[in-house]
């Protein structure tokens, strides 16, 4: 799939951080957004019954553009599944009793 920096601009004002993901064979590509709390409420809801629906509905959720091969042949949805982990930023902090 081929992306334009317009289009990537575009996304980036949209749903702020994009990220690409190559398959290491270097056939495909994608482009996904940052997962929403919706995103990650409603992969969570499913993940203790089904862990594979959880990398579904993030992939889902959050793709962007790509070549559909990553979503519909295990392996590479494997692959990317993951990788999901480091779509999610995490700024911690402490907490203090007063």
């Known amino acids: 799939m081929k992306v334009t920096n317009e289009q990537i601009a575009e996304w980036k004002k949209k749903f702020g951080d994009i990220y690409q993901y190559n398959t290491d064979d270097g056939q495909y590509g994608c482009y996904l ?3 929403s709390r919706l995103t990650l409420s409603r992969a ?4 203790s019954t089904d ?4 990398s579904e509905v993030i992939i ?3 793709w962007l553009g790509g070549d559909e091969q990553i979503k519909s ?18 700024k911690e902090g ?3 009793k007063l």
């Open 60 to 62: 889902s959720d959050c």
């Open 33 to 35: 957004r940052k997962p």
């Open 51 to 54: 862990p594979l629906k959880y």
């Open 94 to 96: 402490t907490l203090k």
């Open 44 to 47: 969570g809801s499913v993940a």
């Open 73 to 90: 042949d295990d392996s590479y949805f494997l692959g990317l599944s993951k990788m999901l982990g480091e779509l999610v930023e995490i």
